[in-house]
């Protein structure tokens, strides 16, 4: 049952019983509802409900858009004048470190020719071995032929490089430049690999607030509750002048507990931060519904022994609606969170209510 269901069934039955009580009313006289009322709160107390009040975890947050960016990224480029032939992958896909991206031509005459030449100096390298393990030929012989396969493998793996474009770093495709069929350039930009490791982001924190954004303090994605929690690393002391606002660094590290709720986030992705300027792992809060405000200030209701105390209270850090209470209310209190602004101080309380809301 509802409490406002709760509170009607209460108010009627006690209005049945004091209609009962005091007999029929002469036909043509009116019940004289307010004074009823008043009289059913007095036998009966004031509906209302509370809460016993709980010190729980309370901050407070500026949010800022940004746009995220990979700590760690890498952009291939094309080292020779080609045809793209192949493509292995697609943007969004995990790739690994000397993973093939995408090819050119397999019978581009660079490629070939070096492929031949390291053929060539490796068949005469492993000739070499034979006759220098014979003692046909002197070590300095043996060591010049080595040295000219060495460099011809080595010529013959960059050639390879060029027309097998392989990924530099682990992490997910973020960009593909070019497609199947078209005609590149040598420093045409290829594709773009973003690590994996974390994100880091830019943003600008006005002069008003700057005082309040710290190195170190907590910032996240969203909202705390997301739990992709990442760090302030710079705050810069000189304005930038185009945007009248103080820059703002932050890193998240996605392998450090944020791994489940960071798969989503790609590098050049637009969001809101939240910066925690304050942080109270054991405070009381109130929502502005359940205060009352007085010309000196703001109040709330308690139950103590089940008559209705008004108490002042002082108000710390706000986050939206809710409030911190530094002072005025301790942890156990019965807060009046319903009812409370047609009391005063002193009223007695329904205390089968209080008792039925206390326990939820």
Known sequence: MSKRMFFAALIAAALVSAVSCAGKPEAGTALPQAAGMETLYAENGYPVGVRALKAEEFSVCLKYPTVLQAQSE?????SISDVVRK???????????????????????AFE????????????????????????ISR??????????EIARTAFEAASGMINVKSPIAGTLTRLDVHSTENVRPGTPLFTVAGTSGFETRFYVGADE????????RVYIGNPEQNIEGRISQVSLMMDSAKQAFPVSACFDVNGG??????????????DVAVETYHNNKA???????MVRTGAGYTAFIADDGVAKQVAVELGEANGLRYEISAGLKEGDLLIYEGQHRLEGGMR??????LADAGK
């Open 74 to 78: 890498s952009t291939a480029y094309a």
């Open 87 to 109: 493509i292995n992958v697609k943007v969004g896909d995990r790739v690994e470190r000397d993973q093939v991206i995408l090819s050119f031509s397999q019978d581009n005459q």
């Open 113 to 136: 020719q070096a492929r031949l030449s390291y053929e060539n100096a490796r068949r005469t390298y492993e000739r070499s071995s034979a006759l220098f393990a014979a003692a046909d």
């Open 140 to 149: 300095q012989e043996f060591e010049a032929l080595r040295t000219q396969h």
């Open 210 to 217: 700057i005082d309040r954004v710290t190195i170190g303090a």
């Open 258 to 271: 944020n791994s489940v709720s960071a798969r989503s986030l790609v590098s050049g992705m637009g969001v």
């Open 284 to 290: 009381l809060t109130l929502s502005r519904a359940e």
């Open 349 to 354: 309380l329904n205390t089968a209510t209080l």
